[in-house]
């Protein structure tokens, strides 16, 4: 007797960019039938006929199980599950239309997206459960390290899915996972976002040194005490600080810190060489999404009274009131007293429980341990 295979599962990504095409292969290699939706139509007439997106992921060929439209509505039929990956500041606006579309699923949303939107200053999972009034349980983010090109390359990374509802997050992480691509799970949705949003800001301190000259030490102060400034936003916020020593956390800052691929780098490099925010902006192809979150975030930090003083040196120098030659891992402070190294979530000395965390991180991935259920 034959056995029978269920059918494969339908999934719909939002959005044609480098990562959203890069999750959309990540799907088809899972086994999934993915449809994208590009805003622009040619993008779609390439990816259907050439299986190629040239413009952002050059070179690479795409799953024969990936199609693309122009058409939102047709984009979203028989979506099993949906995955959402478009520019942060225009999501609002671009959810508004999805939601008719979605109302009568129960179809799990996640969240690519890794910015905070600038004028309320909400996580994309609070803007996703406004504008689509879904159940937050539905809802998902997905983060870590995750440089687009590498993962279309089939370079081996890891990520984790974060809900409020284990099943959410569970299905999730089994759908988005291949032999090159490994999904781990957790519930801290607020740290696994703030980790994405807050890493882009750190990187775009160290482009800037970059771009100014500085080398190891300077990159290495920056990234270290810039995930002490992170942790103690991201637990002000209601985050667990475990969380931001995890994979959407240390392990997205590395890679976006030290990766020319990044594209945050990239923005405050040309910011360290001398070119003004504007300019920046121009010559980017791709949307830095630090740039637009930094202000919201330090809006947040200062209510909730936290220290980012990584933030603000990237701040002053955006605005154009700081040389980019200055910037520093706050290297001076406000009296000559000496200070002690606060190394976790405000705690001085707090360097071994650190150092811990970090360890079972790396065991975590080097044994597969933690992970979601295999499909």
Not at 115 to 138: K, N
Not at 247 to 264: E, K, M, V, Y
Request: contains cysteine; charged residues 20%.
């Amino acid at each position: 007797m034959t056995p029978r295979h269920e059918p494969a599962t339908r999934v719909t990504v939002l959005g044609a960019g480098s990562w959203g095409t890069t999750f959309g292969k990540i799907l088809a290699d899972g086994g999934a039938l993915v449809t994208i939706w590009a805003r622009r139509p040619e993008l779609a007439l390439e990816i259907n006929e050439a299986k190629r997106n040239s413009q952002y992921l050059p070179g690479i060929n795409l799953p024969r199980s990936m199609a693309a439209t122009h058409d939102l509505s047709t984009s979203l039929e028989g979506a099993e599950q949906v995955y959402v990956c478009i520019p942060s500041q225009s999501a609002r606006d671009s959810l508004k239309a999805v939601r008719p579309l979605v109302a009568g699923t129960a179809a799990p949303v996640v969240s690519l997206m890794k910015g905070i939107e600038r004028r309320t200053g909400l996580r994309m999972s609070q803007v996703l459960e406004q504008e689509l009034q879904c159940d937050p349980a539905r809802i998902a983010v997905a983060s870590g390290p995750n440089l687009a090109l590498e993962i279309a390359r089939e370079q081996p990374t890891a990520a984790v899915v974060a809900s409020t509802s284990p099943e959410t997050a569970a299905a999730v992480a089994r759908r988005a996972r291949n032999s090159y691509f490994r999904t781990f799970v957790n519930a801290d949705v607020i740290g696994t976002e703030f980790g994405a949003v807050l890493k882009n800001l750190i990187a775009l301190a160290i482009g800037i040194v970059d771009g100014v000259g500085y080398g190891e030490n300077t990159k290495a102060s920056i990234i270290t005490r810039g995930l002490v400034e992170m942790t103690d936003f991201a637990v002000a916020q209601g985050a667990q600080a475990e969380t931001l020593q995890g994979l959407a956390g240390l392990g997205d800052l590395i890679a976006t810190c030290q990766s020319p691929l990044s594209r945050n780098n990239t923005a405050g490099r040309l910011l360290g060489q001398g070119y003004s925010y504007q300019d920046v902006v121009k010559q980017m192809q791709q949307t830095a999404e630090g740039l637009a979150s930094v202000a919201p975030v330090l809006q947040l930090a200062r209510a909730a009274n936290v220290d980012m003083p990584i933030v603000e040196q990237v701040k002053r120098v955006l605005d154009g009131t700081m040389d980019p030659r200055t910037i520093a891992p706050h290297l001076t402070t406000e009296d000559d007293t000496p200070k002690g190294e606060r190394t976790q979530n405000g705690q001085a000395g707090g360097g071994g429980a650190l150092w811990r965390t970090i360890q079972r991180a790396f065991d975590q991935l080097r044994n597969s341990g933690g992970s979601a259920p295999r499909h």
